[in-house]
């Protein structure tokens, strides 16, 4: 049984950090892709980064790019986010998902998903 279970959301000032974890159980990590995603209130789920099986990541908005880096610890089966300068407009829910394939930007490709962490971003 596939599970993702998504931690480290909370409230932030913007500027600060949060680094978010996706446990993963009932498959092997390292033969996964895993991609993170977030959606705030009305709008798009948006794809924000992924790291393939073997561990090359792809940051998809410019928006992201030098603040957020993905990274994975097969032995701990698990894969991390960390968000760095923090802007408000990072609010939303984040949720890391899971496919058999190489890095896409689109949700519709993968088939696992967690059930999302909130981040919110505000003075």
């Known amino acids: 049984q596939l599970q993702l279970v998504e931690s480290g959301g909370g409230l932030v000032q913007p500027g600060g950090s949060l680094r978010l974890a996706c446990g993963v159980s009932?498959?092997?990590?390292?033969?996964?892709?895993i991609g993170w995603f977030r959606q705030a209130p009305g709008k798009e789920r948006e794809g924000v980064s992924c790291?393939?099986?073997?561990?090359?990541?792809?940051d998809y908005p410019d928006s992201v790019k030098g603040r957020f880096t993905i990274s994975r610890d097969d032995a701990r089966n698990t894969v991390y986010l960390q968000m760095n300068n923090l802007k408000p407009e990072d609010t939303a829910a984040y949720f890391c998902?899971?496919?058999?394939?190489?890095?896409?930007?689109?949700?519709?490709?993968?088939?696992?998903w967690g059930q999302g962490t909130q981040v919110t971003v505000s003075s």
């Open positions: 790291i393939d099986g073997r561990g090359v990541a792809t």
């Open positions: 009932g498959v092997t990590l390292r033969y996964y892709t």
């Open positions: 998902a899971v496919r058999g394939g190489s890095c896409v930007s689109a949700a519709a490709y993968y088939g696992g």
